[in-house]
């Protein structure tokens, strides 16, 4: 149990266009997801947290009108990167929270690689 | 100076060994701490958690926390190749759900 994925996997794009990464709980129900960013050799920089329904939590640093995210539902999270450049090209991953679940419990996705060339 | 330091590593080991890894942090609220292992390319896996101090053991993996020297510990017992990934450490407070990330060790297990 506890399954998130994430699509796409790989993703290339040209500098200025915009890409879209979704991040599902497939077994399930999540009110906090979770968006980490991840450069090479790196560990994981928590971007924002989103809850179901309502307005996503922006990390400091983190522009929030170029990195969308939308938790429309218990079990989808999006995050959309606006007019991607490439210093965008990062490892986005996800990590989704069951509902009244201990503090410690966030299963994460496989991530996205993203290129913008 | 970060919140949670964890030694990058490599750390390179033959097969049967003990891998010992750890991490120190500064913030004396963290109260959960987890080791999660991560495969190149792929999102990590929760491979243990402890809440406050003591030991946690799961098969081949034992957990320490030692919170008066705000300081964690994972070994790995019989350590096999396929142990070989990179090992991230995360704390977080009582009443929240930010997971504060480790760098991360990179762990080799030679044949």
């Known amino acids: 149990g506890a399954v998130v994925s994430q699509h796409p996997s790989w993703v290339i794009c040209k500098s200025g266009t915009s890409v879209k990464i979704e991040c599902r709980s497939l077994?399930?129900?999540?009110?906090?997801m979770f968006w980490y960013r991840q450069f090479p050799k790196q560990s994981l920089m928590l971007m924002a947290t989103?809850?179901?329904?309502?307005?996503?939590?922006?990390e400091q640093g983190v522009e929030k009108d170029k990195f969308l995210i939308n938790h429309a539902s218990l079990t989808l999270s999006t995050l959309t990167v606006t007019s991607a450049h490439p210093e965008d090209s990062s490892f986005y991953i996800c990590?989704?929270?069951?509902?009244?679940?201990?503090?410690?419990?966030?299963?994460f996705g496989p991530g996205t690689r993203l290129t913008v060339t | 100076q970060k919140e949670v330091e964890q030694d990058p590593g490599p750390l390179s080991v033959p097969e049967g060994a003990i891998v010992s890894l750890n991490c120190t942090y500064s913030n004396s609220a963290f109260q959960y701490f987890m080791w999660y292992r991560q495969y190149s390319r792929k999102g990590p896996e929760l491979l243990m958690y402890?809440?406050?101090?003591g030991n946690k053991e799961d098969g081949r993996f034992t957990a320490q926390v030692d919170k008066s020297s705000k300081y964690i510990s994972l070994f790995i017992r019989d350590s096999q190749p396929s142990d070989s990934a990179t090992y991230l450490c995360a704390m977080t407070q009582a009443a929240g759900n930010k997971l504060t990330f480790g760098g991360g060790t990179r762990v080799l297990v030679k044949p």
């Open positions: 077994d399930f129900q999540a009110t906090t």
């Open positions: 989103s809850n179901e329904g309502s307005k996503a939590t922006y």
């Open positions: 402890t809440y406050s101090s």
């Open positions: 990590s989704a929270k069951p509902w009244a679940s201990g503090a410690y419990e966030q299963y």
